[in-house]
C-alpha cells in the first residue's frame, strides 16, 4: 500500500469518527436515508418514504454489509456504508486515469497513483463520504461501468452500470456515456488482418485540428460502422430497457418528492458547471504546454482570432443572454443558507447585470477545457462527455453541485500529461477547500439555522 493511499485512509477514518462524534444525530438528508436504511436492515421492505427521491441500493449496500460482516444499522456503521466506496474510489480511478494516460495500471491493487488519491479527495465526493449520501457508491460504480467498458468487458460494465443505477437512476446516461467512449477507442485502434478486407473507418480527427464541417462528417460516417459496434450494446441496452421500464413504472424519472423535481428545461445549469469546473480544476488547465500565458493567449486565440471567430464568440454571447434571459430557474430549494450556493445564487446571481456579463467567462471556461482536454483525444472522444453531461444537466431545475460530481470527475479524468507541480497544486487546493469546509461544518453550528455544507 502506497503512503500517500495509507494516509488517505487513515484521515478517512480519522475524520468518519470526529463526524460520528461531532454530529451524532442525522443530519439533513439523513433522516430520510437512515430510518429507510433501517426498515431494510429488519427485514421490512414494504416501507418507503415518499420523500426519498433514489433508489433504494445504497439501502441495499448497507444490509448487504450487516449480513456479511454482523454490522448494526446505526449511525455510525450506516455512515461507514458511504465511506467505503470512498476508500476504493482510488483504486478503481487510477484504472481509468491510466486508460486516459496511455499507461499500464500498478500491478498491486493497494498502489494507485498518485493523481487517483488526489482526485478522490476531490471536495464533493470528499465530503459527502462521511454522510450516509448516496454520492461515494453512485461515483465508484460509474467509474467502475466505464473501466470495465474501456476493457471489452462489457456484460460485467452492464451489470456494474446496472447498480450503479441503483443509487441514482440518472447514471443510466453515464452508461450510455462508457458504451460510447469504449466503442469510439475500439474504432479509433481496430486494425483488419493481413489479407482480410479492411474495417469501415469512421472519420473522427483530433479535436483541436476539428471544423464544424468534421463534425457532420463524423456523424454522417456513423451509418457506416453502426453494424460493428452493436454487439457490444447489447449489455447497455439492457439497463436502457430496464431504466425505460422503471420510468413508465413510476410516472417519471424521480421516486419521490416529485412536486419539487419536475423536470424543467434549465440551460444555464451547463453555465454553472463549467464555471465550477474551472474554479476547481483550474491547476490542471494552467498545466498545458505553455502555462497560464499559453492557456490565455489559446482561449483569446479561439474566442477572437479573427473577424469570423470573433463574430461566432458575440453571436454565442447573444443566443447564451436569451438562454440566462428565459431559462433561468429559481428553486425554492436555493433560500436555504445552509448550503454554497445560496450564498453564491444570491451574492451574485441575482445581481444584475451579473448574470449576463459572466458569459463571456463562461465561453472562455468552455474553451480552456476543451483546448486541455482535447490535446490528446479525437473530436467525438471529447464531445461526447459534453453531449451527455447536457443530458442530466439541462432537466434539473435545482442548482446542485453534488450533480456537477460525476461530470466533474469525469472531464478531469481525461486530461493527459499532467506534470507533479501541478499535482501538487491540484492536491493542496483540493485540501484547503475540504479543511475549510469540514471545519466550518463540524465546528461552527449556526444556532436555529444548521450546519453549513455543500
Known sequence: MSTLYTAFVG??????????????????????HIP??????????????????TPPGLYILSLVLKKAFMLKCNVPMLRLTAMLPLLALPLVLTRLLCYHQRERPPSRLLSPTVDAVILSAFPLVWFFGFLYYTEAPSLLFVVGTIVAAMQNKHWFAGLLGFISCTFRQTNVIWVLYAYASSQLMYLRFRRAAPGAKPFAKLHDPPALDAGPSDIVRSLVGVVKIVGDILPAFIPYASVLGLFIAFVA???????????????????????????????????????GEGGIPGLVRQVQQRMFGGPLRTLITVLVSAIMAVTVNLYTIYHPFLDDNRHYTFYVWHRLYMRQPAPYLLIPIYIACAWAWFLRVGAKQTILQTLVLPICVAVTLLPAPLIEPRYFLIPYILLRAQVADVPTWSLALEGVWYAAINAATMWVFLYLPREGVGRFMW
Open 11 to 32: 484521515v478517512s477514518i480519522m475524520l468518519l469518527k470526529e463526524f460520528n462524534s461531532v454530529v451524532p444525530d442525522p443530519y439533513m438528508d439523513e433522516p430520510f
Open 249 to 287: 413504472w413510476n410516472g417519471g424519472i424521480v421516486l419521490g418528492d416529485k412536486a419539487h423535481h419536475v423536470p424543467s428545461l434549465h440551460i444555464p445549469q451547463m453555465y454553472y458547471f463549467i464555471a465550477s469546473s474551472v474554479a476547481f480544476g483550474w491547476p490542471v488547465l494552467i498545466s
Open 36 to 53: 429507510q436504511a433501517q426498515a431494510y436492515c429488519r427485514g421490512d421492505f414494504a416501507t418507503w418514504d415518499p420523500k426519498i427521491t
